[in-house]
């Protein structure tokens, strides 16, 4: 049932005044419809009571609630969702005005805990950690790159004496198998 802005407004237990003001601040926008109101040539707003004290309970801040808006808006807290369908149900399932600010109250401790431990060290830029990653992935790679050319001479060594072609193939079979193992590593690093 629709009812007068002023009557909504003694309902509440706030001035009309503040009932406008919600209005145009968006914190009551479905329970209130502008229509003629009676008076001639001067559209007023009518009230849906239910739905504007919803929207009042969701985006109203709880310390600017006071007197009897304040116990209406606990008595409001107190009734159940409306049902899916009606319109609103979208403004049952909007956090409130209280758990939003809640919300990005712990937020924003959260941010300043990670620049407190970023500035003592604990943290670093994620870029920073790829970039030390990727130079290390390198300069192990082209160690190991290196390694059958300082092999060779211990494995000719070894098998009393080499031929350069069999050097040559010993140094092939060499690289074939750690350029098999750095690809492997790669893919399992992806």
């Given at each position: 049932?629709?009812?007068?802005?002023?009557?909504?407004?003694?309902?509440?237990g706030?001035?009309?005044?503040?009932?406008?003001?919600?209005?145009a601040?968006?914190r009551?926008?479905?329970?209130?419809?502008r229509?003629a109101?009676?008076?001639?040539?001067?559209?007023?707003?009518?009230?849906?009571?239910?739905?504007?004290?919803?929207?009042?309970?969701?985006?109203?801040?709880?310390?600017?609630?006071?007197?009897?808006?304040?116990?209406?808006?606990?008595?409001?807290?107190?009734?159940?969702?409306?049902?899916?369908?009606?319109g609103?149900?979208?403004?049952?399932?909007?956090p409130?005005?209280a758990?939003?600010q809640?919300?990005?109250?712990?937020?924003?401790?959260?941010?300043?805990?990670?620049?407190?431990?970023?500035?003592?060290?604990?943290?670093v830029?994620?870029?920073?950690?790829?970039?030390?990653?990727f130079?290390?992935?390198?300069?192990?790679?082209?160690?190991?790159?290196?390694?059958?050319?300082?092999?060779?001479?211990?494995?000719?060594?070894?098998?009393?004496?080499?031929?350069?072609e069999?050097?040559?193939?010993?140094?092939?079979?060499?690289?074939r198998?750690?350029?098999?193992?750095?690809?492997?590593?790669?893919?399992?690093?992806?």
């Amino acid at each position: 049932m629709l009812i007068s802005l002023d009557d909504y407004a003694e309902q509440r237990g706030v001035s009309g005044r503040a009932v406008r003001k919600a209005i145009a601040e968006g914190r009551i926008k479905e329970g209130a419809k502008r229509e003629a109101n009676g008076r001639p040539g001067r559209p007023g707003w009518l009230i849906d009571p239910e739905i504007a004290d919803r929207e009042w309970q969701r985006n109203t801040s709880p310390a600017k609630q006071r007197g009897k808006a304040a116990e209406r808006a606990r008595e409001i807290e107190g009734r159940q969702p409306p049902s899916a369908g009606s319109g609103t149900d979208v403004l049952a399932k909007a956090p409130s005005h209280a758990q939003a600010q809640a919300l990005r109250t712990l937020y924003q401790a959260k941010l300043l805990e990670l620049d407190l431990k970023e500035r003592q060290g604990q943290l670093v830029p994620k870029a920073d950690v790829e970039r030390v990653w990727f130079e290390e992935g390198q300069r192990v790679r082209d160690s190991l790159r290196r390694t059958p050319q300082l092999m060779i001479g211990d494995i000719a060594r070894a098998a009393g004496g080499l031929t350069p072609e069999q050097r040559a193939e010993v140094l092939l079979v060499l690289e074939r198998h750690i350029v098999k193992a750095l690809e492997g590593l790669a893919a399992d690093a992806d």
